[in-house]
């Protein structure tokens, strides 16, 4: 089985607007939907991954404060790229405003 990377992505300004007016009991129906499908999902999980925090960009120059559209990240296994994105098809997080995943395999150095 190969590995691939699940890149999380949401515009910023939305994710912002969604945390500030959702509810706790939105809240809680959200997190309810997304361990369900982590479950439903959960052998194809090499690593669950998490949310991403803040992000600091480093170059050559120095490190500054950035921010990004990145939400968080996931490794999977699958035979191909095909079904490595299909397992994301039914995920919570497509449910919100403008969010997508990308999915890139992970190669051997």
Do not use: C
Not at 26 to 39: D, L, S, Y
Not at 60 to 87: C, K, M, P
Request: charged letters at 25%.
């Amino acid at each position: 089985m190969k590995k691939f990377l699940a890149i999380y992505r949401m515009d910023i300004g939305e994710m912002q607007k969604m945390m500030a007016n959702a509810t706790p009991e939105q809240r809680n129906k959200g997190m309810a939907e997304w361990e369900a499908w982590m479950k439903k999902n959960a052998a194809s999980f090499a690593d669950r991954g998490g949310p991403a925090g803040k992000t600091k960009k480093v170059a050559a120059g120095g490190v500054t404060d950035t921010r990004n559209d990145i939400g968080g990240y996931s490794i999977v296994q699958a035979d191909s790229y095909e079904a490595a994105a299909a397992l994301f098809a039914d995920s919570p997080h497509l449910s919100m405003p403008g969010a997508t995943v990308e999915v890139m395999e992970i190669t051997s150095m």
